[in-house]
Nanobody, 123 residues
Framework: VQLQASGGGLVQAGGSLRLSCAAS????????MGWFRQAPGKAREFVAT????????YVADSVKGRFTISRDNAKNTVYLQMNSLKPEDTAVYYC?????????????????WGQGTQVTVSS
């Protein structure tokens, strides 16, 4: 599976962005998907994850109520809708896929990673 993340950019605090992660491969629907982020000088951090059919999702407490993860298996794409953005959301955002129907907040349980997309939130 190859993953291509897009949709990042520069936005003012309080604004919104929607990230997309397009996956290659015919078995995309069989993978649990996740979004992670990494700010300069900080460790990679879990953001959100979704099960293969999209019925189960889990988001980090730091983004709960602001970020929503979803997927469209017909388009081989997973999304991260980010609302009410804060300067502390500034990071490179990565999408990842795991060979499991279930979701996971643990980065070491993912098998494939995209190249990342930069999100910068100005105050």
């Amino acid at each position: 599976v190859q993953l291509q993340a897009s949709g990042g950019g520069l936005v003012q605090a309080g604004g919104s962005l929607r990230l997309s992660c397009a996956a290659s491969g015919r078995t995309f629907s069989h993978y649990g998907m996740g979004w992670f982020r990494q700010a300069p000088g900080k460790a990679r951090e879990f953001v959100a994850t979704i099960s293969w059919i999209g019925g189960s999702t889990y988001v980090a407490d730091s983004v709960k109520g602001r970020f929503t993860i979803s997927r469209d298996n017909a388009k081989n794409t997973v999304y991260l809708q980010m609302n009410s953005l804060k300067p502390e959301d500034t990071a490179v955002y990565y999408c990842a896929a795991r060979r499991s129907y279930d979701y996971s907040p643990r980065a070491n349980e993912y098998d494939y990673w995209g190249q990342g997309t930069q999100v910068t939130v100005s105050s």
